[in-house]
C-alpha cells in the first residue's frame, strides 16, 4: 500500500530538483519553470497531508486548489514582466537584469 | 485495485516525475523544459487521483497544463529566436548549488524518516472516500468554520490585480 | 534699604536695552540713556550711602552689616547653598559710592571722547554690563556670588578692552587679559571650593564672624604638602586676586589692556576691576588675619615687590596709557601691602583702614589721570609722549586737572593721595622697616614718574603743531568730568575715614604721624624737582642718564623681559613638554583608534559588499542554505 511518506519523499526530491534548477539556470523563463516545480512540490504535499491525516477535513485541499490559483496568477505576471525585460535589454538573462543594484 | 498494483504504478508515476522534474530543469531548450513541466504536472495530477482528489485533478490539468503551460510556450515563443541553446552559468555555481541541495536533502529526509506520523493509529485512513462536488462548493461559497468564501473573494481579487498588472506591465509604451 | 537693588537693577536693564535695542538708536540717543541711567543709580547708591553711614548704619560704636535683599538660588546640601542678595557695610558702600561715580564720569566723557565711533551703542551697552557686574561685585553676600561677579566683570573687560576688535593688538591684548585673569580665577575657585568644603557655607557674614572661628575651628589640623589647609586655601583665593589685581607675576595683561579705549581704562583698569583683588582680601581680612596670617605676609611680599618693580617700569615707558598702567599697578600694590601690614581690630588695623582710604582716592586721582590722558591723546592722536610737549598752552583745563592729579598721587598735602598714603606708610613703618623703607622708595619714584610724564606732556620745549591741526581743549562733555574728579581729587582726603572703615567695624582716630608724613613729603618733592630738572626743558640729559644706566634701563623698558619670560614659559614648557605629548597621544593614540575603528568597518563592508551582488540567484542560495543551517541549529542544538 502506499504510504504518506513516498508522496512525501517524491515531493522533496521534486521541490529540491527545482530549487538547483531556480539557483543554476540562467534563463529566466527556465527560472520560472523550476519555481512552478517547487510549488508543484509543495501542494502535493498538502494534499497528501490532508489525505492521510485528516481525511474528514478539507483544508489541504482547498489550500491546494488556492495554490495554484495563485501560482497561475504569479506566472502570468512574471511572464509579463519577462517580456517586459526582453523588450528593454533585448534577452532574458538573469545575469543582465541587475542594474536595479546600482 | 490490487494494492501492490497500486503500488508499482505509483512507483511509475513518481520515478517518472522525478525524471521529468530533472529534466526540466537541466534541458538546454527551454521549449523543451516547458513541455517537461507540463508532463510533471500531469503527473502531479495522477498523484491526486491517487489521494482520491478528482476535483483537484481536474483543475491541476485545466488550470496548469491548459493555462499556465500555454502562458510558458507563449512567453518562449515571444523571447526565443528559433535554434537558441540556453546559456550556462559557471560550474562552481552547480557546485555549490548541488551542495546546497544536497544539504537540504538529507535534512528533510532525516526529520521524514525520524518522524513518526500518526495516521496508523488512524483506523478509518484512507478511505476510497470521494468528496462530492456539492460538499466542495458549499465549503468553497460557505461563510462558516472551515469554509472559504472569504479566501475565494480575496483570491478573485488578486487574479483581477494580475490582470491589469499584467496588462500594464506588458504592454507596449 | 530695600531700594538699593535698584542699583544693580538700573545697569542691568541698561546692558539689555542698549544691548538688544541699541543698535536701531542713535548713537547719541544710546550713550544720553546710558549717562542718564547711570546717573539714576549714582544717585541711588549716594543715598544708600548716606543713610547709612549718617542715619542707620551704626548701632551704638559698631557698623552694622545689613542684607536688605537676600534670595536663596541653588542649595546644596542642608548648609551649603549658593544665595544671591546684597550685603551693605561700610566697604561694600563706600565701593557703590566709588565705582558709581566714577562710571557715571566715564558715562558723561564718552559722550565727547568715543563721538562718532563705530559701535557706540555697544560701547554704552557693555559700559553698563560691567557696571552692573561690579556692582554686583561689590555688594556679593556670599564668595560665591562674588565668583560670579567676578567672571562677569571679567567677560565685560575682556570685550571692552577688545572694543576694537578689527585691531589685532586689541584683540591679542583682550584675549590675554581673559586668559590671564581666568588662569588666576582658577586658583580662586579651587580656593572657593577647599574653603566651602570644610566650612560648609559661602557666607562671609558666617566665615568672618567671631574672628573667622568657623574657618580656624573647621581646618584644625589639616594639612597637605606640607601646608595648612586653611594657607592653601587663601593662598589660592589671593591669586584669583593677583590676577584681577595684577600683582606681580599676573600683571602682564594690564599694561596691554591699554589697547582699550581711553574711558574704559580709567573705569576698569584704574578705578574699580583692578581693586577687585584688594576688596577681595579685605572682605575676607578676618579670616586672612585669624586663619592664615601667613598669607598676609605673603600679601605683603608681593605687594612691596610689585610696587617697585611697576614703579622701576613706570619710568621708562613712552606711552603715557603704559605709564598709567604701571602706576596702577604699582599703587594696587600699596593697597596691597596695607593690606598685608594691617593687624586687626581697632589702631592696629590702621593698613586695613589705609588700603581702603587709598583704594578711594585712587580711583579717582587715577580716573582722573587716565581721563586727562585720554583728553590729551584726543587732541594729538597719539600715545606717544614724543607727539606731545608744549600743551599747557592749547589745554587749559586738561593741564590743570592732570597737575592736580599728578600731585595727588605723588602725596603732596593737602591732596587725597598724600592723606590716604600716608596711612599706608605709617602702617608699613610700625610693622616692618623693609617694606617700609620700600615703599618709601615707590613714593619717590611716583613722584618721579608722575612728573616726568606731566612735563614731557604739558612743557619740555617748543613742539610746533601742523597750523591747521593745533590741539584743542577738549569739549565740555570731556572737561566737566576732568573737573569734577580734580575737586574729589582734592578734597577726599579731609574726609575722617577711620570714623567709618576699620577692620572691627569699631571706629578709631588716627591722626597724621608727621614723621613719616615728613619723609613722604621729603622724597615726593625730590622726585618732583628730579623730573623738573630733567624734563621741564627739553634737555639731552635724560638719554645720557638713559645710556649710563645701559642694561638696566633697557631692561626697565622692556618690563624686565617678563611677557618674554611667560612667553617663554607657555610656549617651551607647557605647550612643548605638556601640550605636544598630549596632542600627540591624541593625534596617535585616540584619533587613529577612531581611524581604526572606521578602517575596520570600511574593510569589512568592502569585504561583504560583494554578497549585495543584485544577482538574486545568489540570494536564493544564500536563503536556502540558511534556512538549512537554522534548521539545523533548532533540530540539533
Known sequence: ??????????????FFIGIFGFITRKNMIAILISLELVLNAVEINFAAFNRFLYPHQLEGMFFTLFGIAITAAETAVALAIIINAYRSIGNININNLNRMKN | MDPIINLIIFSCLGVAMLALSIMAVTSKSLLRSATYLLLVLLCTAGFYLFLNYHF???VQVSVYAGGVVILFIFAIFLTTSKGEVLLKHQTRRYVFGFLGVVAGIGLTAFVLFKHQFLYESNTSMVGDQEISMSLIGQTLMGTGKYQYLLPFEVLSVLLLACIIGGILIARKK | MEYSLFILIAPFFLFLVLGLLGMKMKPKVAGIIGTIGMGLCAICAYTVA???FFQTGRVGEEWQQFIPVNFEWLRFTENLHIDLGILLDPISVMMLVVITTVSLMVHIYSLGYMHGETGFQRYYALLSLFSFSMLGLVVATNIFQMYIFWELVGVSSYSLIGFYYTKPSAVSASKKAFIVTRFADLGFLIGILILSYYTKTFDFGTLTANHAELVTTSFAGGTFMGLSLATLALTLIFMGGAGKSAMFPLHIWLPDAMEGPTPVSALIHAATMVVAGVFLVARLFPVYFFAAPDVLTLIAYIGTFTALFAAVIAITQTDIKRV???????QIAYMMVALGVSDYGGHDGLGYMASMFHLFTHAFFKALLFLGAGSVIHAVHSNEMSQMGNLHKYMPITNWTFLIACLAIAGIPPFSGFFSKDEILAAAFHHHQVIFWTLWIVAGLTAFYMFRLYFRIFWNGKRDYNEHHKPHESPLAMALPLIILAVFSVFTGFIPFSDFISSDFMPFHTHIDWTVAGMSIVVALIGISGAFALYAKNSKQPAQIAQSLGGLY???????YLDEVWMWF???????????????FD?????????GLAWTTQKSADSVKGLQSGQVQFYAWVFVVGSILIAVLVLFF
Open chain 3, 50 to 52: 548716606y543713610q547709612y
Open chain 3, 324 to 330: 598709567l598702567a604701571f602706576s596702577t599697578i604699582s
Open chain 3, 587 to 595: 593625534r596617535h593614540i585616540i584619533d587613529s583608534a577612531m581611524n
Open chain 3, 554 to 560: 633697557k631692561a626697565a623698558l622692556h618690563k624686565f
Open chain 2, 56 to 58: 483537484l485533478a481536474a
Open chain 1, 1 to 14: 500500500m502506499i504510504r504518506l511518506e513516498y508522496y512525501l519523499i517524491i515531493s522533496t526530491l521534486m
Open chain 3, 570 to 584: 607657555t610656549q617651551t614648557v607647557i605647550f612643548r613638554y605638556i601640550c605636544m605629548p598630549i596632542a600627540w
